[in-house]
Each structure stands twice: as C-alpha cells, then as structure tokens.
C-alpha cells in the first residue's frame, strides 16, 4: 500500500503510528483535517484480517469525521483511531490503553479521543490517567456521560426539518413513522415521535427491544413485512446500507416521502442517493442527522459539559439540515452531494482567515 498516496488523495494531514511491545498496543491515529479545530474522533477497538484493512478503515473514518463536525458547525476537525485488536494476545487493557494515552498526550492536543466500537466510558477512564485529550471518562469533571439521548434528539429535530421540506409543516403530528431498529436512539427517537402525536411502526431483530417499544405505545411490524404499511417517514436506526436496490423498490411502494435515522452509511452507494433524489424522496444525509452524540462530546471541551448548552447545539442540526436542503436546491444536486459541499465550504472559508497572522507560542515573537 503506497501511504502517502492515499493521504494525498484525500489531503490528510497526519497519520500516526504506535507500537509498545510491553502492552501490545499496535494502533494508528490519522489526523485529516485541523481547519476548524484540534482533530476529535473515537478510538475504535477491533480484529482486523490485516494491517492494511485497518489502515483503510481509519483512513475512511477519520475523514468522515472531518465531515460530520464541519457540517454540524462544530469548531473540531476530523480525526479517529485504530487498535488492532489480538484475540490471541490476552493482554492487560488497563496497560494498553494508559500506553495509548501517553501517545494521546504527546500530540498535545492535535487530537481528542472518545469512544468507539470496541471502547467504553472504561477505555476511557485508563486513557484519562494519562491524558486530558479525552472525552466521555466518567472520571473528568463535567463530563458529558451516554451520547444516545443527544443523539435521538438530533435525529428527531432534523426529521423536523425535512418533514417541513416534504409537507410544508414540520409537526410530525398524524405522520406514520416507522423506525428501524429501536436500540439505544431508536427508542428514544420513537418515544419523541408518539409525544407528537405521531403513529410510530417498529421493527427490531431482538425480543426485547421490540417489547420495550411496544410498551412504548409503538405498533411492531416484522422486518420482512415492514414496507407493505403506508409509511410516511422510515427512520433507519439499525445498521448501515439499508438504501439499497431491493428496499428502494419497496419504499416507493410504501409511499414514504422523507428518510431521516440514525443509522451511519444509510446508502450502500452513492447511487442510491441519486435514486432517492430522483423519486423525489427527502433524505437527510445520516452524518448530519446523527450528530447529537459527537455535539455532547465535544461541549465538555467548552470548560466542562453543559446539558443546557449542548442542546441548543443540537437543536442546530434543524437548521444544518435546511442548509443542506437550500445547497442541494442551488447547486441541483442529491442531498446527500449537498452535505459534504456545506462541510468543505465552511472549511475552505475559515482556511482563508488563516492567512491573517496571529502570534502564538511558536511565533518568532516569542524566541
Ligand atoms: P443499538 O445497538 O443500541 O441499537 C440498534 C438496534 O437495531 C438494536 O436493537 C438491534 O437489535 C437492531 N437491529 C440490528 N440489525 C437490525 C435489522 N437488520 N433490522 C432491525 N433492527 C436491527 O445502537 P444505537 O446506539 O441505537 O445506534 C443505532 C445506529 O445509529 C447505529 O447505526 C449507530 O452507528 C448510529 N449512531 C449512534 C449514535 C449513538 O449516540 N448511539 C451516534 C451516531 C450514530
């Protein structure tokens, strides 16, 4: 694999390598972008085939991140990171993961860790004996604890935001939603529909999920049967590539006019994103929609985590979302197309500004 070539593909900035034989940490940080902020993105533990697959992995997410927290007005770049999990290799996560933090440190603020796949609040709290550079430790001051709330509410307040797009008022009052996948921000997104008014459909692979949101007041349908309702709003909130050649066929039939969840990669490929905007389909792209959660994280780096605060951050995603919808009007483009312009116009306008010279600890001032 030709490194250099794949971060110039895509400008990153800085990919960093990690080894210490004691613990067996073997991880990569890859910085994208700093435009906007010091670079925040989770750290993700997982077994990969090989080396290579992690290096591609960390290099797609880190610079999705750079994405998400531009196109949510958030003064952070993008950035993540990898650890290459050994489940042959019993080793002491405590250790592994304090060792990380010292490499964490020595980046001094180039990058803020946070959770990921693989990681918890646990993972955290060790990274924290070594580092400041870290968000959701349950051991900081004013931390900001489980990001689902957060990031229910961004979906739910951006599902307003395009509903408005689709039927010219955003009260979710008398629409049938039906969710998908009523996990951790499913539940919390069909539980805020209902308080509207809304007749809200769920589905769920799992028993238990599906019996909490029928207590919830939720009518549960089976994934096999869930388009053959009429759906006016369909909430995926499971896992990735639900838009895809065999559902699309089914969500014109169910009549749906506006996609909004929370689910990460919702289009299996761009094209998908065409097709919807063909069928005249009001889709808000997944990574503007789902960023309650990296808002919450990111106020505890505004001198300690304020729930006041980051709500009103989040209640932003509303008028991101109609952001996305005026670029894609302008610009006669999917909006899915239309996200990622928001998030490189805002970077390219604040690069500009860098132009102009401020003194700073590195400055020839200052020797
Ligand atoms: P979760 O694991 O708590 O919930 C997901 C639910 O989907 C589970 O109940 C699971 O049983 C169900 N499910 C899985 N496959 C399914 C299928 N094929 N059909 C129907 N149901 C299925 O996860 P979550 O934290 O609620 O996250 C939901 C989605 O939102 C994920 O894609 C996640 O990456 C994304 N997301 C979550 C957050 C967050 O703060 N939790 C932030 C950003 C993005």
């Known amino acids: ?17 990690m080894q210490d034989k004691e613990t067996g940490l073997k991880a990569i940080t890859c ?17 990969y085939e090989n080396e290579e697959d992690a290096i591609e992995d960390v290099l797609r997410l880190a610079r999705g991140m750079t994405y998400k927290n531009a196109a949510s007005g958030l003064p952070i770049g993008g950035a993540k990171t990898v650890i290459l999990k050994d489940p042959k290799n019993q080793v002491s996560k405590e250790a592994m993961f304090r060792a990380f933090g010292r490499f964490v440190e020595g980046l001094n603020g180039r990058y803020i860790t946070a959770a990921d796949v693989g990681t918890t609040e646990v993972e955290m709290d060790y990274i924290y004996q070594e580092t400041n550079y870290v968000a959701g430790t349950g051991l900081k001051p004013g931390t900001s604890g489980n990001p ?7 979906v739910y307040v951006g599902m307003k935001a395009a509903a408005k797009k689709a039927f010219g008022s955003d009260s979710l009052q008398g629409k049938s939603i039906l969710v998908e996948g009523v996990g951790k921000v499913g539940y919390l997104l069909a539980e805020a529909a209902i308080k509207e008014g809304a007749k809200v459909y769920a589905t769920d692979i799992f028993e238990r ?11 549960i349908v089976e994934a096999e049967s869930m388009f053959d309702i ?6 995926p ?8 050649d ?7 039939k169910a009549g749906i006019k506006v996609i909004a969840g929370a689910a990460n990669n919702q289009l299996a490929e761009t094209r998908h ?11 808000a792209p997944d990574y503007i929609l789902n960023a309650g959660g990296v808002i919450q994280v990111a106020d505890e780096f505004n001198g300690g985590y304020n729930a006041e605060r980051a709500r009103k951050s989040v209640n932003r995603i509303y008028d991101q979302i109609e952001k996305v919808f005026k670029i894609a009007e302008r610009d006669g483009i999917p909006t899915y197309k239309a996200a990622d312009i928001l998030a490189e116009e805002r970077i390219t306008a604040v690069r500009n500004t860098k132009s102009i010279f401020a003194r700073d600890s590195k400055s020839i001032l200052n020797r």
Request: contains cysteine.
């Open 230 to 235: 009429k759906i006016d709003i369909y909430a």
């Open 237 to 244: 909130c499971a896992l990735g590539a639900s838009i895809n």
């Open 246 to 252: 065999e559902s699309l066929k089914k969500i014109e």
């Open 148 to 154: 689902s709330p957060s990031t229910a509410h961004g």
């Open 209 to 219: 999920p599906k019996e909490r949101a029928r207590e919830l007041g939720c009518e």
């Open 273 to 283: 994103g065409d097709k919807l905007d063909e069928m005249g389909i009001v889709y």
């Open 1 to 17: 694999m030709e490194i250099f070539k794949s971060l110039e593909e895509h400008d990153y900035e800085q990919m960093i390598f």
């Open 31 to 47: 910085i994208h972008d700093t435009t906007l902020g010091p670079g925040l993105g989770g750290t993700r533990y997982w077994t």
